[in-house]
């Protein structure tokens, strides 16, 4: 057996260690990582608790308390009259001036992820604010939300509940939810479907997630609008699947540049009601187009319908999925944007020949939403409560929409050209030549505006410099406030 070292002396344990929590944590923690880089070799006899304990300025019980969890975890050997001895053997320990635990940062983030993992690791997306800002896009009007109706359907709900819905729930969604979603949409947006094909998500990110996962493998050409949805790109280049960006015009994606550049891709997302973040909504010969390209490829169609319910000259355009007669178009909604962002309920329509692959996908990643938010907006929905909702807001985001453009022309004239506003929730603004939209921005969310850049949403070089506006979820008064604040900053 090595004889064993004489006893060091620790005094640097907790000097200057701006560490948090109870003092014998710390300790533990400094110990256990010099133990680990070799600072404190095999066998190094530590001094007693009552010696270190003087030494460190702190209570014995505080040393006790480290040096019995480092013992527990097999970092120390005790042994009474023997002293406390580093008991790790020279082959465990990790190399000298290696990382013990992760300090944060970029560094660390990407440090032994997949190849996925650290495409999934970027930060691509744009935070979303916890707060109500002025200018914050597809915000709902959280002020008027009916809270007491809903918490009345959530009340009816756990007192309905019992042992059979207790248990874990359907993976492809409440029946009863799935149900009233599949009226909905039908008299609604013209989607053609039964209850079976609408598949329960938390968000539209989600089913965009496991669209990704189950229908491209990496090398897949994906059709993305130019500008477009940081969430899909997100989903897609996290797959491995190479995006390409297809420009939008005043009649919605071309679709004869995707054939030209990307004619074997195997899914293209659009949002043809509605593009985000422009606001055209797709003409009827570039749908007709675009299904009968995905019948003749065997593209699939990822139709993304986040707010087009909120129209103003005209009634709600009906959706492409409804013209499918290939069942090549899977159809997304959310509750998220007309209710409440923590609501987290959406919806997936699936072609028939998918229903299967998706509901066992569906449990075989996070298996179900809650069943007691699903049954609770089902109830909300049967009772008429949600299409009343609907119309409610769609007058009062016309106000607010008119509000804000009235107070751009007003305050703002030629320095910031506002773009579409016949429906959604936002409308985009476009900069003169030369500005950028970066600056604007920053000193914007220093005054808690709210507002988002335009040219991160476009993947090639031509990026347009311009700002996104919502205004849904600010009364009309803090529009106009906003406006010559945001004014003032141009």
């Known amino acids: 057996m090595p004889k064993r070292s004489a006893g060091v002396s620790l005094p640097f344990l907790l000097a200057g260690s701006g560490g948090t929590g109870p003092l014998h944590r710390q300790l533990y923690e400094r110990l256990r990582e010099a133990i680990l880089s070799g600072a404190l070799a095999p066998r190094s006899r530590l001094p007693s608790t009552r010696m270190l304990a003087r030494e460190l300025g702190v209570s014995r019980g505080t040393v006790e308390g480290a040096f019995a969890q480092l013992d527990a975890e097999g970092f120390l050997e005790r042994r009474v009259g023997a002293g406390s001895v ?20 970029a560094g660390a983030r990407g ?41 009345r359907s959530v009340a009816r709900q756990a007192r309905l509940l019992g042992p059979e819905s207790m248990t874990a729930g359907e993976p492809g969604g409440l029946r009863a ?25 938390s968000s539209t990110q989600q089913a965009l997630d496991l669209t990704a996962r189950l229908l491209l493998d990496e090398g897949d050409g994906v059709w993305l609008e130019e500008p ?6 997100a989903a897609f280049e996290s797959a491995g699947a190479r995006v390409h960006p297809v420009p939008v015009d005043a009649e919605g994606l071309q679709v004869e540049v995707g054939v030209s550049h990307a004619p074997r891709a195997r899914l293209a997302y659009v949002t043809p009601s509605h593009q985000y973040p422009l606001g055209v909504t797709m003409g009827l010969s570039r749908r007709l187009a675009l299904l009968e390209h995905a019948r003749a490829s065997g593209m699939w169609l990822f ?34 944007k007309v209710m409440f962002p923590s609501l987290r309920l959406a919806f997936l329509v699936v072609p028939e020949s998918l229903v299967e692959a998706f509901t066992v996908a569906r449990a075989a990643t996070d298996g179900h939403v809650s069943t007691l938010s699903q049954a609770a907006m089902a ?29 751009l022309r007003r305050e703002v004239g030629a320095r910031l050209r506002p773009g579409l506003a016949e429906a959604g929730m936002h409308i985009a603004t476009y900069l003169p030549p030369g500005e950028r939209d970066e600056g604007l921005v920053a000193s914007a969310d220093a005054r808690g505006l709210g507002a988002r850049r335009l040219s991160p ?34």
């Not at 477009?228 to 790109?233: D, F, N, V």
């Not at 139709?303 to 090549?328: K, L, N």
């Open 303 to 336: 139709e993304d319908d986040y707010d087009s319910e909120f129209r103003y000259e005209t009634r709600p355009v009906a959706a492409i999925q409804g013209m499918d007669v290939a069942g090549r178009v899977l159809y997304a909604g959310t509750f998220n």
């Open 379 to 407: 109830h909300f929905m049967d009772s008429g409560h949600y299409a009343a909702h609907l119309r409610q807001m769609r007058l009062v985001y016309a106000e607010r929409r008119d509000a804000l453009l009235d107070a």
């Open 111 to 151: 440090r032994g992820l997949s190849r996925r993992g650290q495409l999934m690791a970027r930060e691509v997306l744009l935070p979303e604010p916890r707060d109500v800002q002025p200018f914050t896009p597809c915000l709902p009007a959280l002020e008027l939300f009916p809270a007491k109706l809903w918490a």
């Open 177 to 201: 939810l799935r149900e009233a979603v599949a009226v909905h949409l039908s008299m609604a947006r013209g989607v053609r479907c039964d209850w079976r094909r609408v598949l329960v998500f």
């Open 86 to 105: 580093v008991a790790l053997p020279e082959h465990a320990r990790l190399p000298r001036g290696a990382a013990v635990k992760s300090r944060g940062g």
């Open 228 to 233: 477009g949805y940081l969430g899909a790109r």
């Open 457 to 490: 949403l476009y993947l090639g070089r031509n990026a347009v410099q311009g700002l996104m506006l919502g205004f849904s979820g600010a009364s009309p008064a803090g529009l106009r406030a906003a406006v010559r604040t945001l004014a003032g900053l141009l």
